[in-house]
């Protein structure tokens, strides 16, 4: 047999473990996992992790993740015994905002896949018959939710890997990365070196410390989080036979902070109540050097006081017990929630695992094993890229307050447009001093002030009412971080002109010999055209998945701006580049403002030099110009779905920029417009959303986005998977919802009669046909006009599919 690649994964952890034998399940034997505990009680996280195991995330991605480690630990063996105990998991509301929740998280698990049900208060009793029945309004039941054996888990792995080839050395703490100046070269220990060709760091919450040796910074915090046992309780006395351990569901009592689960007759109790409980790494390790466990520090009674009260509130039955050992566990908190997964720009060779719970190990292990042998990993997991994060998110400062907010709404019911209000007002574009004066309402996105409406069209909400318009009448929860003023804002584009802040687009320039040849390579659609022409094309990953979509404009012969998605774009295409290509990221220091309406024509042309007649500057071109006395670079793109431009230019000219269109377009009545209108237009007009509506998981064909694709254009990264890819089963469709009041907001579950078939990934109010309209995965074939139902928080809504795009099909608006 060839050699395989010699990897040294850092960690013996459920993480490391559960690495080493996904990576020798693929024949890659020679695997090396190092860590400085013994086996497998190593001190990390995973030495006292309770194990409880809720599947159900609003992430699909998180919740495939554990699916796949709660299937997997089900069938491990264990001498000890089981390593997985599918007591169910239980969630209770004791108010009603959060049993609205829970319904809104029994459709992420119909949309995900995992079974549950909504239980009446009875029901949540006869389950779990410790819960006082008087104080809860209801719950949710997963029955396939349990308890993970941690400890156990890891051993069968780590065994399973070692029986494959693999070598286990415990006692062992990695001092240093080696490498070549360009890969990784091994690891340094105590007891000398060892080469390897790979190595991962699952490294727990010291992989910050480590992966920074090597110049990453991986935005976690470790963080205590406070676990205790009680004494014998009499209800439970009996109930669970000494292997079992347990009987009863897993518990979540997210309203007060606190989950529970039993060890044979006691109860453990996990609270999240108490302020957050930031780790000093510098000190930790001298701290506790004469600790079997580095992870559990001592615990803070002071802070579990609450906790245990909330607790006895609903569990009366602890009034007679009281904790017996108790500590405060550190595991890594994100500052957005998500795990930690990826190599290494400039190193390579250096993976990362990191920030992982037990219950998404299993699958962030297969996925990384995948991603490191394969060059892709199965499911889509760009919510855990390591390159996810904009430069500002890997400030100490911004790690270090919203990981800790993170931690404080861990299990608070979380509105899906719900902005970080701690360290606002980082990026704002030039137009940003116009917009506060306009009354705008701000959103937080990527670190930018993004308007999501102006109060100064409040005035446009009574035209509606007079042009005979409806309003439609949003729930609360639909309402929340919403305005009817961005329906009139989205009508008046439609109708007049109105511009958009699009500066936090990201976007770059591609620039240097080999520029174009390389932009053909990476990209489906055909961008090799003449100087001026702008592209609308796709980024795949080598199995055919969407990575990106892209606007590519030919500037120059070898000079090319590319309008991108995410951080993630730049990192793809930078490690792909040839030497003489250069990718530069121009957002910041630039800006942009759409101009987009019938009228838009009436407002720029009179400032500009060239002709923007629709023959003289076409659809999907760019050029070079001057607006009044500022240079621009126009491109006649519009996500909007109407004629107009996105209008570039130097930062420094943006105040002039907005004065000059404000001025000019006041006598066509231009307004600005926020991101909401923004998002409802391009829904109408069918454009697709990268990270909401496709990802690395769906092909072109299945996103609707085959016209980007160019399969005879010659060679292009992913060109051979299309080439030999079957028919989707699921494709991404337009559904309009029949009652003008209905309102979703994305990952809700689509049924055809009572079989769940898909789920919405994002929606917005149609002012022009009056009616929500949503993108929803269903599967191929449905019919246009078959009605489907939408599970919205307790109410169903029937919707029928539409054909797309449901405004303007025949692009009569925009060409023109
Ligand atoms: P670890 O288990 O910490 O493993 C990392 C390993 O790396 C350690 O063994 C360490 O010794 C080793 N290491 C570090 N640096 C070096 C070095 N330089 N050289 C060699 N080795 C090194 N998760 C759930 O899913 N459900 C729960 O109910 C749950 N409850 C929790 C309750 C508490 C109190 C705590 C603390 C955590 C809980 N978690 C829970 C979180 C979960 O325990 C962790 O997220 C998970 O165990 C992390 O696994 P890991 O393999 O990444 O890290
Ligand atoms: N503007 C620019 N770049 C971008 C976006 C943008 N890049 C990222 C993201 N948004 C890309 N998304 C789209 C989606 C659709 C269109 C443009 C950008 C679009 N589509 C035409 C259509 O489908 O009819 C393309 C027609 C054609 O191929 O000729 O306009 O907003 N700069």
Redesign the pocket.
């Known amino acids: 047999m060839p050699r395989t690649p010699r990897v040294v994964v850092?960690?013996?952890?459920?993480?490391?473990?559960?690495l080493a034998d996904e990576l020798t399940a693929r024949g890659w034997t020679d695997v090396t996992v190092?860590?400085?505990?013994p086996l497998f009680a190593?001190?990390?996280?995973?030495?006292?992790?309770?194990?409880?195991?809720?599947q159900t995330n609003p992430s699909k991605t998180m919740t495939v993740f554990a699916r796949y480690t709660v299937e997997k630990f089900a069938a491990l063996q264990h001498p000890g015994g089981w390593a997985f105990n599918p007591v169910g998991g239980l969630e209770v509301a004791t108010t009603p905002e959060r049993m609205a929740d829970l319904h809104r998280k029994a459709g992420w698990a119909q949309s995900w896949g995992i079974d549950g049900r909504l239980l009446t208060p009875s029901e949540c009793v006869q389950l779990h018959p410790l819960v006082d029945r008087d104080r809860i309004l209801g719950g949710f039941h997963t029955p396939a939710d349990g308890l993970?054996k941690?400890l156990r888990a890891?051993e069968a792995q780590a065994r399973r890997a070692e029986a494959r080839g693999a070598t286990l050395r415990p006692h062992?703490?990695?001092?240093g990365i080696l490498d070549d100046g360009r890969r990784v070269t091994g690891?340094r220990?105590a007891d000398g070196t060892l080469d390897a060709d790979i190595v991962v760091c699952?490294?727990?919450?010291?992989?910050a410390?480590?992966a920074r040796q090597v110049g990453l910074v991986l935005p976690l915090v470790p963080m205590?989080?406070?676990?205790a046992r009680t004494g014998q309780i009499a209800e439970l006395v009996g109930r669970n036979t000494e292997i079992a351990e347990a009987g009863l569901p897993?518990l979540r009592h997210q309203d007060q902070d606190l989950?529970f689960?039993e060890h044979g007759d006691r109860l453990g109790i996990?609270s999240y109540m108490h302020r957050p409980m930031p780790v000093d790494m510098t000190t930790l390790l001298t701290d506790t050097a004469g600790e079997a466990m580095?992870?559990?520090l001592p615990f803070t009674e002071e802070d579990f006081a609450p906790a245990w009260h909330a607790a006895t509130d609903l569990i009366p039955a602890l009034r007679d017990s009281k904790v017996e050992e108790a500590?405060?566990?550190?595991?890594?908190f994100t500052t957005d929630g998500f795990s930690i997964m990826g190599e290494h720009r400039d190193l390579a060779g250096f993976w990362v695992?990191?920030?992982?719970?037990?219950?998404?190990?299993a699958g962030v292990a297969r996925a990384t094993a995948e991603w490191i042998i394969e060059g892709t990993p199965t499911i889509d997991t760009h919510e855990c890229d390591l390159y996810r994060f904009e430069d500002v998110a890997r400030s100490p400062r911004f790690i270090a307050q919203t990981s800790a907010q993170a931690f404080v709404e861990v299990y608070d019911v979380i509105h899906p447009h719900q902005y970080r209000t701690a360290l606002r007002g980082l990026r704002t574009s030039p137009f940003y001093p116009r917009q506060c004066e306009l009354g705008a309402s701000f959103y937080e996105g990527g670190g930018w002030e993004r308007p999501a409406w102006y109060g100064a069209n409040d005035r446009l909400v009574q035209r509606l009412f007079d042009d005979g318009l409806a309003v439609p009448h949003r729930d609360e929860w639909a309402a929340r971080n919403w305005s009817p003023i961005s329906i009139a804002e989205a009508h008046w584009t439609r109708e007049c002109v109105a511009m958009y802040d699009m500066t936090p687009l990201t976007r770059y320039e591609v620039s240097g010999s080999g520029a174009a040849a390389f932009l053909q390579q990476m990209t489906t659609n055909n961008v090799d055209k003449s100087v001026g022409s702008v592209t609308y094309t796709l980024l795949l990953d080598e199995s055919g998945g969407i990575r990106s979509d892209l606007t590519v404009a030919r500037l120059g012969p070898e000079h090319f701006q590319v309008g991108a998605n995410s951080p993630m774009d730049f990192d793809w295409l930078s490690r792909r580049k040839p030497p003489g290509v250069v990718v530069r990221d121009i957002t910041g220091g630039t800006c942009c403002l759409g101009v987009w309406g019938p009228r838009a024509r009436e407002v720029i042309a009179p400032l500009c030099p060239d002709n923007l007649s629709h023959k003289a500057f076409a659809y999907f071109r760019a050029m070079h110009t001057h607006l009044g006395a500022i240079p621009v670079v126009m491109m006649r793109v519009s996500y909007v779905g109407e004629l107009g431009w996105e209008i570039y230019a130097g930062a420094e000219y943006g105040a002039a920029l907005w004065d000059l269109i404000d001025e000019a377009g006041a006598a066509h009545g231009i307004i600005p417009a926020g991101r909401i209108a923004f998002n409802s237009l391009r829904i109408e007009k069918g454009y697709r959303s990268w990270g909401t509506d496709m990802t690395a998981e769906h092909r072109p064909a299945a996103a609707g986005l085959d016209f980007a694709v160019r399969v005879d254009k010659g060679d292009f990264v992913g060109r051979q998977a299309l080439l030999t890819a079957g028919s989707p089963d699921a494709t991404l469709r337009s559904i309009v919802f029949d009652d003008p009041d209905a309102a979703v907001l994305g990952k809700e579950p689509v049924s055809v009669g009572d079989t769940c078939v898909g789920y919405v990934t994002s929606a917005g109010y149609s002012a022009t046909i009056g009616r929500t309209i949503a993108y929803a995965w269903l599967p191929a074939g449905l019919v246009i006009g078959e009605t489907v139902s939408v599970a919205y928080r307790g109410v169903t809504y029937s919707a029928t599919v539409h054909a797309e795009p449901v405004v303007d099909p025949d692009m009569s608006r925009i060409k023109r």
Do not use: C, K
Not at 353 to 361: I, L, M, R
């Open positions: 850092i960690g013996a952890g459920i993480v490391g473990t559960s190092v860590d400085r505990g190593t001190g990390g996280s995973t030495s006292h992790a309770p194990g409880l195991v809720f993970a941690a890891a062992t703490e990695v001092l690891i220990t699952a490294a727990g919450f010291w992989g410390q480590l205590a989080h406070q676990y897993i989950y689960r996990g580095p992870s559990m500590f405060n566990g550190i595991f890594s695992a990191e920030a992982v719970w037990v219950t998404h190990s």
